[in-house]
């Protein structure tokens, strides 16, 4: 059983190094990465951690409210920290449109080494 297990291990990774040097043999193609495309990409990325970051946002801003007591967010509290994620996101993915302007106008190669 252990030797049916090494030798179907073997002919897996012989089989994955014929297929990926195959796709690295084909010619590079050239991507045009919108700025609208890079805009979704960045702010669906970034939603989950500015998520996190509204949510311990809000949260020590309450605690400190209260004293130091530990708090949990609240339902009333929840849309605002949706709104915080939501603004931060919109935020670093608009940054990033401003920073490189010219990216709509590059071409880049696919497969780069």
Sequence with gaps: ???????????????????????????????????IRRFEILFNASLPFTLIFSYLLISGIESIASQGKVFSVKEKDRPLVLVGA????????????????????????????
Excluded: H
């Design 1 to 35: 059983m252990v030797k049916l297990k090494k030798n179907l291990t073997i002919v897996t990774l012989i089989l994955i190094l014929i297929f990926s040097n195959q796709v690295w043999a084909q010619e590079k193609e050239e991507v045009k990465e919108s700025k």
């Design 86 to 113: 939501v603004t931060f996101s919109s935020l670093i993915a608009f940054i990033d449109l401003k920073k490189d302007s010219s990216r709509d106008e590059k071409v880049r190669p696919c497969n780069v080494k």
